[in-house]
């Protein structure tokens, strides 16, 4: 009795399989007919995919692919022929194929009952996707121009993981040139959706060499939103080995070992890259390293001259040259204003004029090379000292215009 209901078992086992493979060829012949079904071979399909019976057969994800594919393939034909093409739905229809596809190579892997694994299906299937997958990345674009940075970074990712899967390494997409680019566009898309997946999408793009600063650039934000310290100075570290001409980097880097005093580890690291690479940039990030930890006023000055005999446009040395002039006639003032003896007084106003006068050149000298506020306004400052009456005119419209 025992082994007649393990028969009937199987037999119905059996059974049940052949009628969703049936099922299965006609989802297929719905969708392969001259006026194709697709409503009828999708229904069909979608229920083999997840009836127990056929969910694990090769068959029926490779025949879902063909399916979508086909439908895919409708609409590009209607495109290439300058007809009404429905662009989500092609792109849409073969995404949906592809993810069938690889799903199927995986079961076509699988050893049958004697332990052989005999793919029916993988060759002719990496062949049909070869052809088309540069939808993936057309599709990406596609999204991507539409601000549904959701779907454009959805496909772009596809093909992002399709270069690094080893199902897929027969078709060499590493070769190309469109990989390079691809992990840049989906971390622009990652980017306005969620900055973790910003994270993850930037690390890999990070690889490539396709716009590798605008890469470093965003991923240095995204950590510094994310509260990751530490990585965001190993990254700036690695942006300025990479780029020591950039002062975006430079700037940040410097900044944040300054806020978190952290100097010694600082200048070390700039001094070792200045020798690598005397950039401008770096002698002033140098520079004021060597003033907020204390340095004497002379190694400072030199420091920022040494940027601007790099440089003679770096606005920046300049500025901060006027700075440390402007701030010591400033101290002078101060002592000058509390001295009683008016011979004394005379001569010590006299020489913080003189530096006021001083610092006003280098602060001229920056805002001729670049206008900023933040050049203008102690420039304006000495103005008013002197009661420049049409310099400071002049200075408040620039500020205005600002």
């Not at 999708?42 to 056929?54: D, G, H, P, T, Y």
């Not at 690390?203 to 995204?222: G, P």
């Not at 101290?331 to 530096?355: F, G, R, T, W």
Request: charged letters at 25%; one cysteine or more.
């Amino acid at each position: 009795m025992k082994k007649l209901l393990i028969i009937i078992f199987l037999i119905g086992e059996i059974s049940a399989t052949q009628a969703q493979k049936a099922s299965v060829n006609q989802a297929i012949n719905a969708a392969t007919q001259e006026k194709p079904d697709y409503n009828i071979a999708e229904k069909l399909i979608k229920e083999a995919l997840v009836n127990n019976a056929s969910k694990n057969d090769a068959y029926t994800w490779y025949a879902a692919g063909l399916i979508y594919n086909k439908k895919y393939e409708e609409e590009q034909n209607k495109k290439l022929l300058k007809q009404n093409c429905n662009q989500p739905l092609m792109h849409e229809s073969f995404y949906n194929a592809y993810n069938y596809w690889t799903k199927c190579i995986v079961l076509d892997k699988q050893p049958d009952v004697k332990g052989v694994v005999k793919p029916k299906y993988s060759s002719e299937i990496l062949t049909k996707i070869k052809k088309n997958i540069g939808d993936l990345i057309d599709g990406g674009q596609y999204f991507y121009g539409l601000k549904n940075f959701d779907l454009g970074f959805q496909y772009f990712d596809a093909y992002n993981k399709a270069v690094t899967s080893n199902d897929l390494q027969s078709l060499n997409l590493g070769s190309d040139p469109n990989t390079q680019k691809v992990p840049y566009y989906a971390s622009l898309c990652a980017i306005n959706l969620d900055n973790k997946i910003a994270i993850q999408a930037l690390e890999f793009a990070k690889k490539t060499d396709f716009e590798r600063y605008r890469v470093y650039s965003f991923l240095s934000k995204a950590y510094k939103k994310d509260g990751q310290g530490e990585k965001n100075i190993i990254l700036l570290k690695d942006g300025i080995s990479l780029y020591p001409d950039s002062i975006d980097f430079i700037n940040e880097f410097t900044d944040n070992r300054i806020l978190q005093k952290d100097f010694n580890n600082a200048i070390k690291f700039i001094q070792e890259t200045i020798a690598k690479k005397p950039a401008y940039g770096l002698s002033i990030a140098l520079g004021r390293l060597y003033q907020e930890s204390g340095k004497p006023e002379d190694l400072i000055k030199g420091t920022f001259q040494d940027a601007i005999n790099k440089n003679p446009k770096a606005d920046q040395a300049y500025y901060y040259i006027g700075l440390i002039i402007f701030n010591k006639a400033d101290q002078e003032s101060k002592v000058a204003d509390i001295e009683v003896d008016n011979k004394k007084y005379l001569v010590k106003k006299a020489a913080a004029d003189d530096d006021y006068k001083g610092a006003a050149t280098y602060f001229k000298k920056a805002s001729v090379i670049r206008i900023k506020v933040e050049y203008l306004t102690p420039l304006r400052t000495i103005y008013k000292r002197f009661n420049l009456v049409d310099e400071l005119n002049a200075i408040d419209k620039q500020i205005k215009k600002l």
